[in-house]
């Protein structure tokens, strides 16, 4: 049974820092994609960034320049580093583990950040 379980969160004043870090147990962590997503409420879940098992990013616009995704194999871990947060990226910020070519696609069960202004 493939878990991932994010941990990082909090309550940030606007400007603030936070690094979302997000564990997988139970497969082969190299070989998925993983993903941060977030949902805000009242609104749908979208993606803030992804990171294939090659190591190419990919970012959504309103993040870019401020977010970084990185992993780390060794340790079965994925990081969201949020630098310049905004009361906008106020969300739960979810991790997802992802290979497409087989349907296996895998949530955490998100973690609260808060940004206030």
């Known amino acids: 049974q493939v878990q991932l379980v994010e941990s990082g969160g909090g309550l940030v004043q606007a400007g603030g820092s936070l690094r979302l870090s997000c564990v997988v147990s139970?497969?082969?962590?190299?070989?998925?994609?993983m993903g941060w997503y977030r949902q805000a409420p009242g609104k749908q879940r979208e993606l803030v960034a992804t990171i294939a098992n090659s190591g190419s990013t990919n970012y959504a616009d309103f993040v870019k320049g401020r977010f970084t995704i990185s992993r780390d194999n060794a340790k079965n871990t994925v990081y969201l580093q949020m630098n310049s947060l905004k009361p906008e990226d106020t969300a739960v910020y979810y991790c997802?583990?992802?290979?497409?070519?087989?349907?296996?696609?895998?949530w955490g069960f998100g973690t609260q950040v808060t940004v206030s202004s």
């Open positions: 997802n583990a992802a290979r497409r070519f087989y349907a296996l696609n895998y």
């Open positions: 139970g497969s082969t962590f190299s070989l998925y994609a």
